[in-house]
């Protein structure tokens, strides 16, 4: 697996802690909540040997993840994957990996069987955005026309609105 030389794997329940580390350098990037590295690895491996999620792994390093689920869905007969994670680390962006992780990310799920792949990114994060609109993915419904597609999101740990 890789794309334009680029060195892509499937990660295994071992590659939990290099995920782990990753995936909390990408939110505390971002000023994201994280449970921490060893919380993370222990999910990660529980999830990936059950095969509840699916991380492709840039192999240099590594410098990058692509993290998906599969989805059942009333909608098909399909599945359909959520991209739920896509991390280059900063000193590797603009060298293609985000691409290579996207590509591959897009060619698993149609190998998994699915039929669409969803993601969802900060409006303000340009690169991201940039990248998956050049990959065809939009945020308008149904046509270049449509209304704006906006994803909300609400902690229940609280019950405070």
């Given at each position: 697996?890789?794309?334009?030389?680029?060195g892509l794997r499937r990660a295994e329940p071992a590659d939990a802690p290099t995920v782990a580390r990753l995936l909390h350098e990408f939110n505390a990037e971002f000023d994201e909540p994280t449970p921490g590295v060893a919380v993370l690895s222990?999910?990660?491996r529980a999830m990936l040997a059950a095969g509840e999620l699916v991380v492709l792994l840039a192999a240099d390093g590594p410098a990058g993840f692509?993290?998906?689920?599969?989805?059942?869905?009333?909608?098909s007969d399909a599945p359909s994957v959520y991209l739920e994670e896509l991390y280059v680390v900063p000193a590797q962006r603009g060298e293609g990996i985000g691409r290579a992780l996207l590509d591959a990310a897009m060619a698993t799920a149609r190998e998994g069987g699915a039929d669409r792949i969803d993601l969802n990114t900060a409006e303000t994060d340009k690169a991201a955005r940039a990248l998956?609109?050049?990959a065809g993915f939009s945020n308008r419904e149904g046509s270049e026309d449509g209304p704006s597609m906006l994803y909300y999101e609400r902690s229940l740990r609280s019950e405070s609105i």
């Amino acid at each position: 697996m890789g794309g334009d030389g680029i060195g892509l794997r499937r990660a295994e329940p071992a590659d939990a802690p290099t995920v782990a580390r990753l995936l909390h350098e990408f939110n505390a990037e971002f000023d994201e909540p994280t449970p921490g590295v060893a919380v993370l690895s222990e999910r990660l491996r529980a999830m990936l040997a059950a095969g509840e999620l699916v991380v492709l792994l840039a192999a240099d390093g590594p410098a990058g993840f692509a993290q998906l689920r599969f989805l059942r869905t009333v909608w098909s007969d399909a599945p359909s994957v959520y991209l739920e994670e896509l991390y280059v680390v900063p000193a590797q962006r603009g060298e293609g990996i985000g691409r290579a992780l996207l590509d591959a990310a897009m060619a698993t799920a149609r190998e998994g069987g699915a039929d669409r792949i969803d993601l969802n990114t900060a409006e303000t994060d340009k690169a991201a955005r940039a990248l998956y609109e050049s990959a065809g993915f939009s945020n308008r419904e149904g046509s270049e026309d449509g209304p704006s597609m906006l994803y909300y999101e609400r902690s229940l740990r609280s019950e405070s609105i």
